[in-house]
């Protein structure tokens, strides 16, 4: 059974720093692409940064290009995400998704397994 896990979410200050880690099973992480994707109250679902297999290549969206980076350990099979300089806009619950191929994106699909979601709120 596939199944994709996310921890490390919470409650910080403006300006700290958060990792994220998303710990597969059921799969072999080396054979895929990963994704993290964030959703705010009323907003839709949006793509944060996402990691190719192999040569681990990213796409960064722009409201988080200097502050977020995502890595990957696949002897593990998890992979994170790496916030720093955290902003009150950040605050969303985060979701973590793979998807096969040598490509990624940040709009859902294709991403076929999502992790459950962790909340992080960012707040003085």
């Known amino acids: 059974q596939v199944q994709l896990v996310e921890s490390g979410g919470g409650l910080v200050q403006p300006g700290e720093s958060l990792t994220l880690s998303c710990v597969g099973s059921g799969f072999t992480l080396d054979y895929f692409s990963v994704a993290w994707f964030r959703q705010a109250p009323g907003k839709e679902r949006e793509g944060v940064i996402c990691?190719?297999?192999?040569?681990?290549?990213?796409s960064v969206a722009d409201s988080v290009k200097g502050r977020f980076t995502i890595s990957r350990d696949n002897e593990a099979n998890t992979f994170y995400l790496h916030m720093a300089n955290l902003k009150r806009e950040d605050t969303a619950v985060y979701y973590c998704?793979?998807?096969?191929?040598?490509?990624?994106?940040?709009?859902?699909?294709?991403?076929?397994?999502w992790g459950q979601g962790t909340q992080v709120t960012v707040s003085s």
């Open positions: 990691m190719t297999l192999g040569r681990g290549r990213t």
């Open positions: 998704a793979k998807k096969p191929g040598n490509s990624c994106g940040l709009y859902p699909p294709p991403y076929d397994y």
